[in-house]
């Protein structure tokens, strides 16, 4: 936790800052050297993000004029089962986008460790330990994601209500917007199985101790403590009391979920920070002013809110890559100043650079980035790919009403036990 809290600060110290961060010069490709690199990823295809590969590339290709670069995007549902596939084809990409956490973690036989390559980057980025596994760094840090819980300021204002400290609260206000605007309380999409990370990772501050969120971080997992019991306990009474949408288990999380906030079909929902699903989008649909951020309500006394987040979404180098060098210096491009502050503007991400002003961004970036230098890591992002998915279906049953939080709890500490 000390490396967390030391590129925290020096995150939250870099936002009023500038500067050009862009990969240091290199000698041109040497003579038989690929004369492509294949990226591979699920953003490249977003009209959004098309200056942030402009600006990468044009970085990469004044080192490396005689080296073209091609992105393959692929769908993100059937990402990593088609980078799997690749892979023992031999014929997968060289560089690769990985989300931070288990996504990574599980993978790193796939990569390159690029500490080499990366030791310059270190203090500007921030993120690392999301693509850092027996520490190595196996990625290098795009954006950093959290889980800000969004509030709509127009509906609150509506039922006369203000953002609630404690979960008793938080009911009852979602009472009240109920009955003065007609909006569900919480946007829930849980199709894929995602709805209980983003519930985990959310409400969770407010349910741990900080004890026990360190402990399960730090891999101390205490699967029978009461409080770990509680947020699957509230992830069903939250369904069977009505505070979700109808049908969430039949609603997918991207970007159904998120539509029902965007049109005020409900006052909440526990959104990104970055990319998709966050306040720029959220902003674009109800106005920035009245897209609000409040902190988790308290369920447990002790309990003391953080943001959670962690590194979001890096790039790696494959172990297959002809010049894993080359496609590290790739990774550099992708990670300099010039193009994260494009990927910031022109995607409303909140990227790992330290040094890009975020200071003209909107309400709802000015509530979230203060809370950077206290957050602490995601909790879902600390469990391993295969606890995840165990974790959407059982899930699925919990809100279907088919198991109960008892034998959902053992069977996800068998596994976490197993991975």
Same mark, same amino acid.
């Given at each position: 936790?000390?490396?967390r809290?030391?590129?925290?600060?020096?995150? $939250?110290?870099?936002?009023?800052?500038?500067?050009?961060?862009?990969?240091?010069? /290199?000698?041109?490709s040497?003579k038989?050297?690929?004369?492509?690199?294949?990226?591979?990823d699920w953003?490249?295809?977003?009209?959004?993000?098309?200056?942030?590969?402009?600006?990468?590339?044009?970085?990469?290709?004044?080192?490396?004029?005689?080296? /073209? @670069?091609?992105?393959?995007?692929?769908?993100?549902?059937?990402? &990593?089962?088609?980078?799997?596939?690749? *892979?023992q084809?031999?014929?997968?990409?060289?560089?690769?986008l990985?989300?931070?956490?288990?996504?990574?973690r599980?993978?790193?036989?796939l990569?390159?460790?690029?500490?080499?390559?990366?030791?310059?980057?270190? !203090?500007?980025l921030?993120?690392?330990?999301?693509?850092?596994?027996?520490g190595k $760094? &196996?990625?290098?840090?795009? /954006?950093?994601?959290?889980?800000?819980?969004? &509030?709509? +300021?127009?509906?609150y204002? +509506? *039922?006369?209500v203000e953002?609630?400290?404690?979960? #008793?609260?938080?009911v =009852?206000?979602?009472?009240?917007i109920?009955k003065?605007?007609?909006?569900?309380c919480?946007?829930?999409?849980?199709?894929?199985?995602?709805g209980?990370?983003?519930?985990?990772?959310?409400l969770?501050?407010?349910?741990? /101790?900080? +004890?026990?969120?360190?402990?399960?971080? *730090?891999?101390?997992?205490?699967?029978?403590s009461?409080?770990?019991?509680?947020?699957?306990r509230?992830?069903?009474?939250?369904?069977?009391?009505?505070?979700?949408?109808?049908?969430?288990?039949?609603?997918?999380?991207?970007?159904?979920?998120?539509?029902?906030?965007d =049109?005020?079909k409900?006052a909440?929902?526990?959104?990104?920070?970055?990319? $998709?699903?966050?306040?720029?989008?959220?902003?674009?649909?109800?106005?920035?002013?009245? @897209?609000?951020?409040?902190?988790a309500?308290?369920?447990?006394?002790?309990?003391?809110? @953080?943001?959670?987040?962690?590194?979001?979404?890096?790039?790696?180098?494959? +172990? =297959?890559?002809?010049?894993?060098?080359?496609?590290? #210096?790739?990774?550099?491009?992708?990670?300099?100043?010039?193009?994260?502050?494009?990927?910031?503007?022109?995607a409303?991400?909140?990227?790992?650079? =330290?040094?890009?002003?975020?200071?003209?961004?909107?309400?709802?970036?000015?509530?979230?980035?203060? !809370?950077?230098?206290?957050?602490?890591?995601?909790?879902?992002?600390?469990?391993?790919?295969?606890?995840?998915?165990?974790?959407?279906?059982?899930?699925?049953?919990l809100?279907?009403g088919?198991?109960?939080?008892?034998?959902?709890?053992?069977?996800? *500490?068998?596994?976490?036990?197993?991975?």
């Amino acid at each position: 936790m000390k490396q967390r809290s030391l590129w925290a600060a020096v995150l $939250v110290t870099g936002l009023a800052l500038s500067g050009c961060g862009s990969a240091a010069p /290199t000698q041109p490709s040497s003579k038989g050297a690929p004369s492509k690199i294949v990226v591979w990823d699920w953003k490249s295809g977003e009209p959004g993000v098309a200056s942030y590969l402009e600006k990468a590339k044009a970085d990469f290709a004044a080192r490396h004029p005689d080296v /073209t @670069v091609e992105f393959v995007a692929q769908p993100f549902d059937q990402y &990593y089962t088609l980078l799997g596939a690749a *892979a023992q084809s031999g014929k997968g990409p060289d560089v690769m986008l990985f989300n931070g956490g288990g996504q990574l973690r599980d993978r790193v036989d796939l990569l390159v460790p690029l500490d080499e390559y990366v030791a310059a980057d270190r !203090q500007r980025l921030a993120g690392w330990d999301a693509f850092s596994k027996d520490g190595k $760094v &196996y990625a290098a840090p795009v /954006t950093l994601q959290g889980h800000p819980i969004y &509030y709509n +300021k127009t509906i609150y204002q +509506k *039922a006369g209500v203000e953002p609630a400290k404690t979960w #008793d609260d938080f009911v =009852t206000g979602c009472a009240a917007i109920k009955k003065a605007a007609g909006a569900d309380c919480l946007a829930l999409g849980n199709k894929e199985g995602f709805g209980i990370q983003f519930f985990m990772s959310g409400l969770g501050p407010g349910i741990l /101790t900080p +004890k026990e969120y360190d402990d399960w971080i *730090a891999g101390r997992r205490d699967w029978t403590s009461p409080h770990v019991k509680e947020i699957f306990r509230l992830w069903k009474k939250a369904g069977d009391d009505g505070l979700n949408n109808d049908g969430a288990n039949s609603t997918a999380l991207f970007n159904d979920a998120f539509a029902l906030f965007d =049109t005020a079909k409900a006052a909440h929902v526990i959104g990104l920070m970055s990319d $998709v699903g966050h306040w720029k989008d959220f902003g674009e649909f109800l106005g920035p002013d009245n @897209v609000g951020v409040m902190a988790a309500p308290v369920v447990t006394e002790g309990a003391e809110p @953080v943001l959670p987040y962690d590194g979001g979404i890096g790039y790696g180098v494959a +172990k =297959t890559a002809k010049d894993p060098a080359l496609a590290a #210096d790739l990774v550099r491009s992708l990670t300099s100043t010039a193009a994260l502050t494009a990927f910031s503007t022109g995607a409303g991400a909140i990227t790992s650079d =330290t040094t890009i002003d975020a200071s003209g961004g909107a309400p709802a970036v000015a509530a979230i980035v203060p !809370q950077i230098k206290s957050g602490k890591p995601a909790l879902h992002v600390a469990l391993s790919s295969k606890v995840l998915d165990l974790m959407g279906r059982l899930s699925q049953q919990l809100l279907s009403g088919s198991a109960e939080v008892d034998d959902v709890v053992r069977q996800l *500490a068998a596994a976490d036990e197993a991975s």
